[in-house]
C-alpha cells in the first residue's frame, strides 16, 4: 500500500462513487417517509394506513407468489447453471470459451422486453412450446402457459441464470484441476466428483449466484408485466399499478418497502444459514 | 489443432471438459437463446398471424419497419430515431459518467487501507440486489420534488446507479493486476502522484476501464423497468418507445426492430469480450 498516512485520500477519490450513491439512499429513504404518509397529503403526515392495507388476502397471496415464483426459479436456474459454468470453466478452446460467454450474457443482458416478445410466440396456444410437447405425446392437448404461473417462471429462470452461472463459473475456475485428479485415482466416478469435489468447494459462488437470482426475480418485473398479465401479480406489477392507474403512492412506497424487506429477510436468513453449515463442517473436515 | 480436436475422440480426463458437460451446456444455452432465436425468425415471417414457425418467409416486416422509421405515424408520441437517439445519448452519458466515477473509487479501493473500506465495498454492490421497481419509484419521488428540470438526467441518474457495480468491479480487477510497483518506480523518477496517475496507471487499467465502460453502455441501452417509471414524452428511450407500440397489440414489426436492437447488443457483448479476454467478466 502506498501512502497510510493520508487518510483523506481515499475517500477524496471515493467522493463521486458515494454521491451517486447518496441519492440511492435519500431515494430509499424518501420512499420509507411516503408509505407512512397519508393518500393526499403524503409528506405532512403519519399514519400506517399503508401498511394495514396491505395485510388483505389480495396482497399476502401476491407476496407469497412472488416469494414463492423468486425460490422455485432460483432452484431451477443455479441446477441448469451447473453445466454451463463447469464448461466455462474447463472449456480448452479460446473459441468455445467466448461462445459460451457470449450465450451467457445474451439473456442477461438483451433488453427483457424483447426477451418477453419472443416468450409471448413460445407459449403462445399454437407456439413452440405447445407444439413440441403434442408432438412429443406428453401432453394430449394444448397447455396454457401465457398469463399463468409455469409460463411466467420459464421467464424468469431464463432470464435470471446468467446470474447463477457467472459467479459459480469464476468460483470453479479458481479450483486447480489437480483435486479432480486426486479424486479420480483414489476411485471416485465423475458424479462422486461433481457432487463431493467440485460443488462443495465452488459453494460460495454457486450461494453468491443464488442470492443474485433471488433477489432479481423477487423484483421482477418486465416478465410478470408482459407474460403474467393481471393473473399473476407478483408485486413489483402491483407496484406499478398502484401509481398509474390509481396515483396512490404511499400504497406504492408500502408495497415497495415491503418488497425489499422480504428480499432482505430471505438473503440474511440464507447467508445465517450457510455460515452455520460451514462452521458445522469446519468443525469436521 | 489437435488440442481442439482429440477431446471429442478420447475419454476426457478427470479436470477436463466431459462431452456430457459439453453437451448439456449447449442445450441449456440454446433454450436461454430461445427467446431471441423465436424473434429473429419471427421477424423474416410473412403472415400476419403470430403462429410460429410462420408459414412462408419474406421480408415484408423490416420493410414496414423501414417505413416507420423513415416516416413515422402521426399517431406516435415519438418517431423510433427520436427514441433511438435519446438511447444512443443516454447510454452515452452513462458509460462516460460511470468510467469517471468508477476508475477513482476502484483505485481507492485497491490502493489504500481505511476503515470502513468493507462496508464501502458492500454498499457499491447494493445496486445489484436494490429491486430495480423501488428503484424506479424512489428516484420518481426525489426528481419530482427537486425544483429543477433534469431533462434526460433523470435517466441517466437512474442508470449510472445500475451500472456501477459492474464497472466499480471491472476497473477494480484490471488494477488489482497492476502491481504498486508500476507507480513506485514513476515516483522514483520524480512523476508526480497525479501524472503518475495518468501516465502509468490508467493506460494499463484500460482494458479493465473499457470493459466497465462498455458493460455501463450495454446496461443503460437495455434498462427498461426503471426507466419504465422515469420517463416522460421527450426523454423516451428504444425499449419504453417499443413497449408503448405494443401495449395494445403486439405487431410484427416489432421484431425486426427487436432484431436491430440484439444486433447491436451482440457486437457491444462480443466487444466487450474482446477485451475482457480470458479473466471472464467480473461480477
Same mark, same amino acid.
Given at each position: 500500500?502506498?501512502?497510510?498516512?493520508?487518510?483523506?485520500?481515499?475517500?477524496?477519490?471515493?467522493?463521486?462513487?458515494?454521491?451517486?450513491?447518496?441519492? #440511492?439512499?435519500?431515494?430509499?429513504?424518501?420512499?420509507?417517509?411516503? $408509505?407512512?404518509?397519508?393518500?393526499?397529503?403524503?409528506?405532512?403526515?403519519?399514519?400506517?394506513? $399503508?401498511?394495514?392495507?396491505?395485510?388483505?388476502?389480495?396482497?399476502?397471496?401476491?407476496?407469497?407468489?412472488?416469494?414463492?415464483?423468486?425460490?422455485?426459479?432460483?432452484?431451477?436456474?443455479?441446477?441448469?447453471?451447473?453445466?454451463?459454468?463447469?464448461?466455462?470453466?474447463?472449456? /480448452?478452446? /479460446?473459441?468455445?470459451?467466448?461462445?459460451?460467454?457470449?450465450?451467457?450474457?445474451?439473456?442477461?443482458?438483451?433488453?427483457?422486453?424483447?426477451?418477453?416478445?419472443?416468450?409471448?410466440?413460445?407459449?403462445?396456444?399454437?407456439?413452440?412450446?405447445?407444439?413440441?410437447?403434442?408432438?412429443?405425446? =406428453?401432453?394430449?392437448?394444448?397447455?396454457?402457459?401465457?398469463?399463468?404461473?409455469?409460463?411466467?417462471?420459464?421467464?424468469?429462470?431464463?432470464?435470471?441464470?446468467?446470474?447463477?452461472?457467472?459467479?459459480?463459473?469464476?468460483?470453479?475456475?479458481? =479450483?486447480?484441476?489437480?483435486?479432480?485428479?486426486?479424486?479420480?485415482?483414489?476411485?471416485?466416478?465423475?458424479?462422486?466428483? *461433481?457432487?463431493?469435489? #467440485?460443488?462443495?468447494?465452488?459453494?460460495?459462488?454457486?450461494?453468491?449466484?443464488?442470492?443474485?437470482?433471488?433477489?432479481?426475480?423477487?423484483?421482477?418485473?418486465?416478465?410478470?408485466?408482459?407474460?403474467?398479465?393481471?393473473?399473476?401479480?407478483? *408485486?413489483?406489477?402491483?407496484?406499478?399499478?398502484?401509481?398509474?392507474?390509481?396515483?396512490?403512492?404511499?400504497?406504492?412506497?408500502?408495497?415497495?418497502?415491503?418488497?425489499?424487506?422480504?428480499? #432482505?429477510?430471505?438473503?440474511?436468513?440464507?447467508? /445465517?444459514?450457510?455460515?452455520? $453449515?460451514?462452521?458445522? #463442517?469446519?468443525?469436521?473436515? | 489443432?489437435?488440442?481442439?480436436?482429440?477431446?471429442?475422440?478420447?475419454?476426457?480426463?478427470?479436470?477436463?471438459?466431459?462431452?456430457?458437460?459439453?453437451?448439456?451446456?449447449?442445450?441449456?444455452?440454446?433454450?436461454?437463446?430461445?427467446?431471441?432465436?423465436?424473434?429473429?425468425?419471427?421477424?423474416?415471417?410473412?403472415?400476419?398471424?403470430?403462429?410460429?414457425?410462420?408459414?412462408?418467409?419474406?421480408?415484408?416486416?423490416?420493410?414496414?419497419?423501414?417505413?416507420?422509421?423513415?416516416? &413515422?405515424?402521426? +399517431?406516435? @408520441?415519438?418517431?423510433?430515431?427520436?427514441?433511438?437517439?435519446? !438511447?444512443?445519448? @443516454?447510454?452515452?452519458?452513462?458509460?462516460?459518467?460511470?468510467?469517471?466515477?468508477?476508475?477513482?473509487?476502484?483505485?481507492?479501493?485497491?490502493?489504500?487501507?481505511?476503515?470502513?473500506?468493507?462496508?464501502?465495498?458492500?454498499?457499491?454492490?447494493? &445496486?445489484?440486489?436494490?429491486?430495480?421497481?423501488?428503484?424506479?419509484? !424512489?428516484?420518481?419521488?426525489?426528481?419530482?420534488?427537486?425544483?429543477?428540470?433534469?431533462?434526460?438526467?433523470?435517466?441517466?441518474?437512474?442508470?449510472?446507479?445500475?451500472?456501477? &457495480?459492474?464497472?466499480?468491479?471491472?476497473? +477494480?480487477?484490471?488494477?488489482?493486476?497492476?502491481?504498486?510497483?508500476?507507480?513506485?518506480?514513476?515516483?522514483?523518477?520524480?512523476?508526480?502522484?497525479?501524472?503518475?496517475?495518468?501516465?502509468?496507471?490508467?493506460?494499463?487499467?484500460?482494458?479493465?476501464?473499457?470493459?466497465?465502460?462498455?458493460?455501463?453502455?450495454? @446496461?443503460?441501452?437495455?434498462?427498461?423497468?426503471?426507466?419504465?417509471?422515469?420517463?416522460?414524452?421527450?426523454?423516451?428511450?428504444?425499449?419504453?418507445?417499443?413497449? +408503448?407500440?405494443? @401495449?395494445? +397489440?403486439?405487431? &410484427?414489426?416489432?421484431?425486426?426492430?427487436?432484431?436491430?436492437?440484439?444486433?447491436?447488443?451482440?457486437?457491444?457483448?462480443?466487444?466487450?469480450?474482446?477485451?475482457?479476454?480470458?479473466?471472464?467478466?467480473?461480477?
Amino acid at each position: 500500500m502506498l501512502d497510510q498516512n493520508s487518510n483523506a485520500r481515499p475517500w477524496l477519490l471515493l467522493l463521486p462513487v458515494l454521491l451517486f450513491l447518496a441519492v #440511492l439512499a435519500a431515494a430509499a429513504l424518501a420512499v420509507i417517509r411516503m $408509505s407512512v404518509g397519508s393518500n393526499g397529503d403524503e409528506w405532512h403526515s403519519v399514519s400506517l394506513t $399503508s401498511y394495514a392495507d396491505l395485510a388483505t388476502p389480495y396482497y399476502m397471496k401476491s407476496l407469497w407468489l412472488t416469494l414463492r415464483l423468486a425460490f422455485q426459479s432460483t432452484v431451477l436456474a443455479v441446477l441448469l447453471a451447473i453445466p454451463v459454468a463447469i464448461a466455462m470453466a474447463r472449456a /480448452k478452446s /479460446k473459441l468455445a470459451r467466448r461462445l459460451l460467454l457470449t450465450g451467457v450474457l445474451l439473456p442477461l443482458l438483451v433488453n427483457l422486453l424483447l426477451q418477453s416478445y419472443g416468450w409471448l410466440i413460445i407459449l403462445g396456444p399454437g407456439g413452440v412450446l405447445n407444439n413440441s410437447l403434442l408432438a412429443l405425446g =406428453i401432453v394430449q392437448r394444448p397447455v396454457q402457459w401465457l398469463y399463468r404461473e409455469n409460463g411466467v417462471l420459464l421467464g424468469l429462470i431464463q432470464t435470471a441464470f446468467p446470474l447463477a452461472a457467472l459467479p459459480m463459473a469464476s468460483a470453479l475456475k479458481a =479450483i486447480s484441476g489437480s483435486y479432480e485428479e486426486a479424486a479420480a485415482t483414489m476411485g471416485a466416478s465423475r458424479w462422486q466428483i *461433481l457432487r463431493h469435489v #467440485l460443488l462443495p468447494l465452488a459453494m460460495p459462488g454457486i450461494l453468491s449466484g443464488a442470492l443474485l437470482v433471488f433477489a432479481y426475480n423477487a423484483s421482477a418485473f418486465a416478465v410478470p408485466l408482459l407474460l403474467g398479465g393481471r393473473r399473476v401479480s407478483m *408485486l413489483a406489477v402491483l407496484v406499478r399499478d398502484q401509481i398509474t392507474p390509481l396515483l396512490n403512492w404511499p400504497a406504492a412506497s408500502a408495497t415497495s418497502v415491503v418488497l425489499m424487506l422480504a428480499t #432482505l429477510a430471505v438473503m440474511a436468513l440464507s447467508q /445465517k444459514l450457510v455460515h452455520r $453449515s460451514q462452521k458445522m #463442517l469446519g468443525n469436521t473436515p | 489443432m489437435t488440442s481442439l480436436a482429440l477431446p471429442l475422440l478420447r475419454r476426457a480426463l478427470p479436470g477436463q471438459l466431459t462431452r456430457l458437460t459439453g453437451v448439456l451446456a449447449t442445450v441449456v444455452l440454446i433454450l436461454a437463446a430461445m427467446p431471441i432465436i423465436t424473434m429473429i425468425i419471427m421477424s423474416f415471417g410473412a403472415s400476419d398471424t403470430l403462429a410460429f414457425p410462420p408459414p412462408s418467409y419474406g421480408l415484408q416486416w423490416y420493410r414496414a419497419a423501414w417505413h416507420t422509421f423513415m416516416s &413515422p405515424d402521426a +399517431s406516435d @408520441v415519438l418517431s423510433m430515431g427520436q427514441a433511438l437517439g435519446t !438511447s444512443l445519448m @443516454v447510454a452515452l452519458a452513462t458509460m462516460l459518467i460511470a468510467a469517471a466515477v468508477a476508475i477513482p473509487a476502484a483505485y481507492a479501493l485497491n490502493r489504500f487501507d481505511f476503515p470502513g473500506k468493507g462496508l464501502v465495498e458492500q454498499f457499491i454492490a447494493l &445496486p445489484m440486489v436494490y429491486p430495480l421497481v423501488m428503484l424506479g419509484i !424512489s428516484l420518481l419521488l426525489v426528481f419530482n420534488y427537486l425544483p429543477l428540470e433534469l431533462g434526460i438526467f433523470r435517466l441517466v441518474i437512474a442508470h449510472v446507479i445500475l451500472a456501477l &457495480p459492474f464497472a466499480v468491479k471491472n476497473c +477494480s480487477a484490471s488494477i488489482a493486476g497492476i502491481g504498486p510497483e508500476f507507480e513506485e518506480a514513476a515516483y522514483l523518477m520524480g512523476a508526480r502522484p497525479l501524472r503518475a496517475m495518468f501516465d502509468v496507471v490508467l493506460p494499463l487499467m484500460r482494458p479493465g476501464i473499457l470493459a466497465g465502460m462498455l458493460f455501463a453502455f450495454i @446496461v443503460s441501452f437495455n434498462e427498461f423497468t426503471v426507466t419504465f417509471f422515469l420517463y416522460d414524452v421527450d426523454t423516451m428511450t428504444l425499449p419504453v418507445w417499443l413497449y +408503448s407500440r405494443t @401495449v395494445s +397489440s403486439l405487431d &410484427p414489426t416489432v421484431f425486426s426492430f427487436a432484431v436491430f436492437i440484439v444486433l447491436i447488443d451482440f457486437g457491444l457483448i462480443w466487444l466487450l469480450e474482446k477485451l475482457v479476454g480470458d479473466d471472464g467478466v467480473a461480477l
